[in-house]
């Protein structure tokens, strides 16, 4: 079952990425980070939900399919996708099967025969490869973002994402002590500075628990009790601050 919920903190942030003052090269940069991070988990393809914004910053080109550099030769190939239904992924080589060595390097929109290839892809290699971004920057990134646009939801959602979900991404021996000084000192703060005390999280698994039910106290606890990075930090964000 397809994750709706990063599916969604993904879009809404791209959107969010759209009406930021970084130029367009940037936007691009922050919205392959934010796409690599939705490939971590189980979602569907969801980049037509924001295609205007794509094609905007240029993080999405299109070319006739005539045009793609490997159609002469292949034309029977490409005039069988034609004939079927709406989005179908091209690989690297054509005519095989998706791997971890042939991944998507572009997608065809029968309806109107164009290409669409994102940055990042082999098929614009001359505009150097994605350089993937520090989870937690990327994160701390959109909360600032979404404080200075006064998005509270993205500011929330993001704040629990990395709660939950960030450390994976680290090395096992980062403490918390150094998260907090890095990064969670300031989202903290920013988080604290809204009113969440009536807000409905968008998701069970983007949920901070703050005022848990019964229910979820005993599942705050047990994952405090684990300790690790993932319950210090969560104890840590979860106490009083001090001073």
């Not at 934010?34 to 189980?42: E, G, N, P, T, V």
């Not at 490869?129 to 959109?142: H, K, P, R």
């Not at 959602?157 to 021996?173: E, H, I, Q, R, V």
Request: aromatic letters at 14%; hydrophobic letters at 35%; glycine letters at 6%.
């Amino acid at each position: 079952m397809s994750m709706w919920e990063i599916e969604g903190l993904i879009e809404y942030s791209i959107h969010l990425v759209d009406k930021t003052e970084g130029t367009n090269e940037e936007k691009m940069k922050i919205i392959g980070n934010l796409y690599a991070i939705q490939q971590q988990f189980d979602c569907s393809f969801t980049n037509f939900r924001v295609m205007p914004v794509l094609l905007k910053t240029g993080y999405t080109k299109t070319i006739d399919y005539t045009e793609h550099p490997d159609y002469k030769g292949n034309e029977s190939f490409f005039e069988e996708l034609l004939e079927k239904d709406d989005i179908e992924y091209i690989y690297r080589d054509l005519k095989e099967e998706w791997s971890e060595e042939n991944k998507m390097v572009a997608y065809l929109e029968t309806d109107t025969r164009k290409i669409y290839i994102d940055y990042g892809s082999p098929l614009r290699e001359k505009e150097g490869a994605l350089e993937i971004m520090n989870v937690y920057d990327l994160g701390l990134y959109v909360i600032r973002e979404a404080d200075k646009q006064q998005d509270k939801e993205l500011v929330y959602s993001w704040t629990a994402f990395l709660l939950k979900m960030g450390p994976y991404w680290l090395d096992k021996n980062t403490s918390v002590e150094e998260l907090i000084n890095s990064h969670f000192g300031e989202i903290r703060r920013i988080w604290s500075s809204y009113d969440y005390s009536d807000y409905e999280p968008i998701s069970e698994s983007l949920t901070i628990l703050v005022n848990p039910s019964e229910e979820e106290a005993e599942y705050r606890d047990w994952l405090i009790s684990m300790g690790g990075l993932s319950g210090n930090l969560l104890k840590w964000f979860l106490s009083p601050p001090h001073g």
